[in-house]
């Protein structure tokens, strides 16, 4: 997926109850010319249940918009 994507067009993976994008983004360190990985956050702290309820709910969606059927 490509990060010129909006947030909710995007898929997302949870992580210790919290969701995030699946894919990484380049993040710039202060200054320098250092770049890191990172996730996009979503939501903090919902517990795994909700969280993983969430994702499988809205990736469908992605997928099925995409056209990506399982």
């Known amino acids: 997926m490509s990060k010129k994507l909006p947030l909710n067009?995007?898929?997302?993976?949870?992580?210790s109850g919290s969701i995030y994008t699946?894919?990484?983004e380049e993040l710039k360190i202060n200054a320098?010319?250092?770049?890191?990985l990172v996730r996009r956050a979503?939501?903090?702290?919902?517990?795994?249940?909700?969280?993983h309820h969430i994702?499988?709910?809205?990736?469908a969606?992605?997928?099925?918009?995409?056209?990506v059927r399982s």
């Open 9 to 15: 067009k995007r898929l997302w993976v949870v992580d």
């Open 22 to 24: 699946a894919d990484l």
């Open 32 to 36: 320098s010319d250092r770049t890191i």
């Open 61 to 67: 969606q992605v997928n099925w918009m995409n056209g």
């Open 55 to 59: 994702v499988e709910t809205h990736n």
């Open 42 to 51: 979503i939501a903090f702290n919902v517990g795994d249940a909700v969280a």
